[in-house]
């Protein structure tokens, strides 16, 4: 039978982000590759699972029929400005749900949620013959494979009845709210502030951006400092926020590929009740780690899914025999051909773990970054061999225009080398001598160093 996930699994997953000791709370050291690969502990503990077994191959005949039946009443799978159509989007909503009324939406999400309680391997399943019908998924890849996840592990009982199942049904979209225009790569440096009325409301000001989908969300969640007297990742907090208020402006960010995806977000004088904390007040950076780790997870072990996939780099290479014979054009196509190649097995093998109980650490990153450059160089290799007729297809006009935009999806490149480097690889960590300044202090310090 397939794994099933509970809701105590999923707070499992996400529970000790941020200790010292590691990532998930578990110590650097288990992460490194035994040197003696003869290890019978090593082996176990890092065996790829490559072969499906009968019951997720029954199940993936199962998707597949479904698939097959209701193909015609799907959308087309658009990218790029004709995906931002209303609606499209609309058409959208109406999958969205008719996937999640199917099972297919949220397949890791427990049934005490509304979800089938499946495995991550049945998600993949689910992903890979969507992509082979040519249909597209979720609308709100943001709500469904990110925060609904937070939520389930971190949101109260009342939190997760109110909100998940409109959620994974499309019925209210949702975003993310973390990045702001001052802060950089430094996501706890947000200065968005959240103060706490004598009531027990909390009053919101502060600015966001990069925002997807944020001009048609209906809630999102939103990092905010709440205590600027302690040290910046010590004073933040997680809020639940609705997008549709007249205390909220949402402006459109126009892309060089003519969309208008991402948004800056507003907040004046926002009020939100009590019940609007997910989470802990002052546990604000430990919730946003789990959001962190699921986009991360999200964009490494579904690239083939995403469209980046080497076969179909390789095609048009091949449709090109004077190129397809230069040795320079066949180096290039292969070297982010096995990038990406590295990148499916990594996820097979955090796959894997995952069936076997254990949790993906900080690696998540690395197969981000893997998979964001090699698409990059993809899109580089066809303009070069198609010239300006590139940017007459969609397809390629959106993925050169777009994927440089993911490279801070996520945590900007740098952050996630750093983040490697220190809790896989066991380095040196970075400098920090702002870690245990109160945030508050912080600018002062900038300024009074400027000026000496």
Known sequence: MPVRWSVNQYRLAVGPIGKRDGFFGRDRRSYRLDADHRSESHSR??????????????????????????????PENLRGVSAGDPAYIQARRVWQRQLATA????????????GPGLGPVEQVIVNQELARANVPGVLDGVGVDM??????????????????????????????????????SDLAAVQTRARQEGDGSWVINGQKVWTTNAHFASYGMLL?????????????????VPIRSDRVTVRGLRQISGESEFNEVFFDDLRVRP?????????????????????????????????????????????????????????????????????????????????RGQIPGPEAGLAKISTVNAAIAAGELVVDLLGLDALQEEQWAHLVSYLPGLRSAGGT????????????????????VDKDRPFNKLKADELRAAAS
Not at 322 to 329: K, Q
């Open 103 to 114: 099972g297919l939406a949220g397949v890791t999400w427990p049934i005490e949620v509304g």
């Open 224 to 240: 905010a400092r709440t205590d600027p007297d302690k040290p910046k990742h010590k004073g933040l907090t997680m809020f639940i």
């Open 147 to 184: 925060l609904g996840p937070t939520i389930i592990a971190y949101g109260t009982p009342e939190q997760r009845t109110r909100y998940l199942s409109p959620l994974l049904r499309g019925d209210e979209i949702w975003c993310q709210l973390f990045s702001e225009p001052a802060a950089g």
């Open 413 to 432: 490149e740098e952050i996630l080398r750093n983040m490697i480097g220190e809790r896989v690889l066991g380095l040196p960590p970075e400098p920090r």
């Open 275 to 355: 019940d609007a904390v997910l989470g802990q007040v002052g546990e604000g950076w430990r919730v946003a780690l789990a959001v962190l780790m699921y986009e991360r997870m999200s964009i490494g072990v579904n690239a083939g899914d995403m469209g980046y996939d080497e076969a179909r780099f390789a095609r048009v290479v091949a449709e090109h025999v004077d190129a397809s014979r230069d040795p320079l054009v066949r180096s290039r196509l292969g070297a982010l051909s096995i990038d990406l190649m590295a990148v499916r097995l990594s996820g097979y093998r955090a796959l894997s773990a995952l069936e």
């Open 45 to 74: 503990r890092h065996k790829l699972h490559l072969t499906e077994s009968l019951a997720q191959s029954s199940y993936r005949q199962h998707v597949r029929e479904w698939l097959e039946a209701h193909q015609r009443e799907a």
